[in-house]
């Protein structure tokens, strides 16, 4: 079972804010920047991210009902930023994988103990860094 969905709107208002930054730079983990399906908003996720080639893997630790994810399905797409990296992302795809394959082994670990076993996996359109 993801975490509760209390957990998630607490982190949204307290947690979010705090690991943003953090996300762009720690490896594993990265920042989903999406809009909003109603509100046009743009927002900032911070989430677990694996980088396999051309696709990333997203851990979806909320489930594959959260807000963020939505709105990336139904934008077919979003930018990602991973280590200061900006990339476009498209063709995005809910997967199930009970035995978490897609992602490292240690996260293995970590994602079996809370149960996760829900990932989006979507395919870098283009690196639009400038390094």
Not at 70 to 84: D, M, S
Not at 93 to 99: F, S
């Amino acid at each position: 079972m993801p975490f509760p969905r209390w957990l998630a709107r607490v982190n949204s208002h307290i947690t979010n804010r705090i690991l943003g930054p953090l996300a762009r730079r720690v490896p594993g983990m990265g920042v989903v920047i999406h809009e909003g399906r109603k509100s046009r908003h743009e927002y900032r996720t911070p989430v677990m991210v694996f980088r396999r080639g051309n696709r990333c893997v997203i851990a979806l630790t909320y489930g594959r009902d959260s807000q963020w994810v939505q709105n990336v399905l139904t934008a077919n797409g979003c930018e990602l930023e991973i280590r200061k990296r900006m990339m476009r992302m498209s063709h995005p795809r809910v997967l199930h994988d009970d035995r978490r394959e897609s992602v490292p082994a240690f996260v293995r670990l970590f994602l079996g103990i809370l149960n996760v076993s829900d990932f989006l996996e979507l395919t870098v359109d283009q690196d639009t860094s400038s390094e």
